[in-house]
């Protein structure tokens, strides 16, 4: 009989412990990435992408999250002048990865050259490309800058 009532216990406990691990998403097996590009460096952009690809192998779909937020310079990933904006394009339609250009950017360029600079099919506009980061790093997320 103390058999019993100890193995009941056991079940007890680790069904309760199964529940608070599937109610923080931490444990849930989703790894949120945010990955920053402030440089107008075409390696250091295609690395960007790369480095968000080979997360997504290593993890698996669907088991990690990716937002690449471009500012300053490095909005120019994110247009569709750039080489790799087929590549961001192809990317975007993929729940796995977000990206997003900062608005205060946008807003310099146009002051600058008296138009918007023209953004890749799927890219996101945010206010701030650096705050955009902070709240994703508040959020869990971890920080990635190639």
């Given amino acids: 009989m103390k058999n019993l009532k100890f193995l009941f216990l056991l079940l007890i406990a680790a069904v309760m412990s199964g529940c608070a691990v599937t109610g923080d998403s931490k444990e849930d097996g989703i790894h949120k990435v945010v990955i920053q590009v402030s440089t107008n460096d075409a390696r250091t952009q295609k690395i960007a992408l790369n480095n968000a690809v080979n997360l997504q192998k290593?993890?698996?779909?669907?088991?990690v999250v990716v937002e690449i937020v471009a500012?300053?310079?490095?909005?120019?990933?994110?247009?569709?002048?750039?080489?790799?904006?087929?590549?961001?394009?192809?990317?975007?339609?993929?729940?796995d990865f977000t990206f997003s250009a900062c608005n205060n950017t946008m807003?310099?360029?146009k002051k600058k050259k008296g138009k918007y600079p023209k953004l890749t099919e799927g890219v996101q506009i945010v206010p701030s490309g650096v705050a955009r980061a902070v709240e994703l790093q508040e959020q869990g997320y971890a920080y990635i800058r190639p």
Avoid: F
């Fill in 58 to 63: 290593a993890y698996g779909a669907g088991n």
């Fill in 71 to 95: 500012y300053g310079p490095g909005l120019s990933l994110l247009t569709v002048k750039n080489k790799q904006s087929r590549r961001v394009k192809s990317l975007a339609v993929d729940d």
């Fill in 107 to 109: 807003n310099k360029i």
